[in-house]
């Protein structure tokens, strides 16, 4: 940042450019509610953003605004707080259009900082921004004079309550605008409350008890509700085995955890859940891919879903019970008892550290068909090289089939995928870049396809800059696999679907990393040299994948549509 102008040092009359108005206003309720800015300046928020950086708070900035809500996505998945992002208006926000809808369906509380059309009236040049956010399920506050602070605060409290993201906006003629008296806003509406039924506690509990083979899978809700010792107390009561959603991975912390219920399931951990005969479902959606399409459980199973949410009527979901969640733990923690023996105590493989761990692969060859690189292979590999301590970031694409699958991490909070609520790619640098200021303890291994990477090419230089350390492994197939894997093998011509071999090490070289390409599995000293040095900054592995080596979740999501 540059220095102060002298007739912009303290004890000088002259107001700063930046104080004392709408803006301003805006500036210092973020300042008191979130914990960093991401964003990229225009005309639209160049007062906003200056008021912050210039009371040194802390910000990181975009090359390009698609990254802006990317990175505040990211951060909130990462910490569990609030985080703000801001673009101008017009193309700014249109060009986060895109990670806004990821952040909504996903949902993401954020608040997203926007210029806006005059008050006075849109110009030629002007969108009518609220229409479009309305169109993805996305409020707009407008800032002005008489509210600017309390609508700022107001949009952190709705996307809080909500667990949406929220947009203030700041129509540019008022931007700069003198600020008058407030006006009073009509209280928030208070966030509806579920409480448990006794009638349901007793018919979940009496369930339980008749259980042989209970399996119990927690979802996101779980972890926003602080509800994960209650709910691994009620499995080790009952002997039960543990799944959980992505975004839950690893909550329970425990021994007889299956890992990731769905297409993420690893073969022999799927042989052993649909031995099940009741499942308790908490805080999770239990959506088509979390179901593996109506298969991750037999015919017959009995599958209790507990939420907050509203029923979205799956047909493999027996019992819907709509509840707050940890109330309802709470009761039926004290109605369950332990049963004479468990499924826990016929299956004592299930606990081993072998059973657990990466290996054996589902494919444990070392190259693909094509003679390019086994991408199973090489993730389970990776699972020992990389740290213990870090984040996994993944873009949208076919390749997020095998990082789930087998590299693990500390908690819920250390697998991100941002990008696939909205089927989306081209999210991952950015999202990788906000998970690198949330946690800087941690190093960040953010696992990208080819075709996202070059998507979002413009924030390379992002990640880069603000991660302390990190590792980049880009499983390159030289193709957009999803498409390939869906429709040329249906016949469809694949031109379009192929892409021509891009090294990403160089790339990132060129912008200051370190890096290599890999064509076979020794080639991943390069990366375990590198760790060694306990250097700062990033390492890039550029793998040569098989065209034709197909994640689980493609082969079940293409059979399911023949």
């Known amino acids: 940042m540059t220095s102060a102008s002298p007739q912009d040092q303290p004890g000088n009359a002259r107001m700063l450019p930046d104080e004392g108005h709408v803006s301003a206003a805006v500036a210092d309720a973020v300042a008191e509610r979130a914990g960093h800015l991401f964003g990229l300046m225009g005309n639209g928020n160049a007062h906003f953003i200056s008021r912050l950086t210039r009371r040194g708070f802390a910000f990181t900035s975009a090359r390009h605004e698609s990254a802006t809500v990317a990175m505040a996505d990211a951060y909130h998945r990462a910490t569990g707080g609030v985080a703000a992002a801001t673009t ?150 009952l002997g039960a085995l543990f799944m959980t959603s992505v975004m839950a991975i690893n909550a329970f912390d425990s021994e007889w955890d299956l890992g990731v219920a769905g297409g993420f399931t690893r073969r022999h951990r799927l042989e052993v859940a649909r031995q099940a005969d009741v499942v308790l479902v908490v805080g999770a959606s239990m959506n088509i891919f979390q179901t593996r399409y109506g298969t991750l459980f037999p015919e017959g199973t009995r599958i209790i879903r507990v939420d907050n949410e509203p029923d979205e009527k799956h ?111 081209g999210m991952g640098f950015g999202s990788a870049a906000g998970v690198s200021v949330a946690r800087p303890d941690r190093t960040t291994v953010l696992v990208s396809g080819d075709g996202g990477g070059l998507m979002g090419l413009a924030d390379f230089e992002t990640f880069l800059r603000a991660t302390r350390r990190g590792v980049l492994i880009v499983l390159n197939d030289s193709a957009y696999g999803a498409e390939l894997h869906q429709y040329a093998a249906k016949g469809l011509h694949n031109q379009a679907m192929l892409i021509d071999e891009v090294d990403f090490a160089a790339v990132g070289c060129a912008l200051g990393a370190k890096g290599a390409k890999a064509h076979t599995l020794a080639d991943l000293k390069e990366l375990t040299a590198w760790l060694a040095t306990g250097d700062d900054g990033v390492f890039v592995l550029d793998v040569a994948i098989s065209q034709q080596v197909v994640a689980e979740f493609m082969a079940e999501s293409v059979a399911i549509k023949k």
Request: charge should be negative; charged fraction near 20%; aromatic fraction near 6%.
């Open 88 to 237: 101008t208006y017009g193309a700014g926000f249109t060009n986060a259009y895109t990670t806004l809808a990821e952040a909504r369906i996903a949902r993401i509380p954020l608040v997203l900082v926007v210029g806006d059309a005059p008050a006075a009236g849109r110009r030629n040049f002007d969108v009518d921004q609220t229409k479009a956010a309305e169109a993805v399920g996305v409020t707009t506050l407008v800032a002005h004079p008489g509210n600017a602070a309390e609508i700022t605060h107001r949009a952190f409290d709705l996307a809080v309550q909500t667990v949406q993201p929220v947009i203030v906006a700041i129509p540019y003629d008022v931007a700069t605008a003198p600020l008058t008296d407030p006006e009073p806003l009509e209280p928030l509406p208070g966030k509806a409350v579920w409480p448990p039924e006794e009638t349901d506690l007793d018919r979940v509990a009496d369930l339980l008890a008749s259980a042989k083979r209970p399996v119990v899978i927690a979802g996101r809700g779980v972890v926003l509700a602080d509800a994960a010792a209650p709910l691994k107390e009620i499995g080790d009561r």
């Open 315 to 425: 047909p493999i979901v027996v019992d819907y019970i709509r509840s707050d969640i940890r109330p309802f733990l709470d009761g039926l923690l004290k109605r369950v008892e332990p049963p004479a023996s468990t499924w826990r105590q016929e299956i004592p493989e299930v606990a081993e550290a072998e059973f657990r761990s990466s290996h054996p692969i589902e494919d444990p060859v070392e190259f693909g068909p094509d003679g390019r690189l086994n991408p199973r292979a090489v993730v389970a590999a990776l699972e020992d090289i990389l740290p213990a301590e870090r984040s996994v970031v993944m873009d949208g694409g076919h390749f997020i089939g095998w990082a789930p699958m087998y590299l693990s991490v500390p908690d819920p909070h250390a697998m991100i995928l941002v990008g696939t609520a909205f089927q989306s790619i």
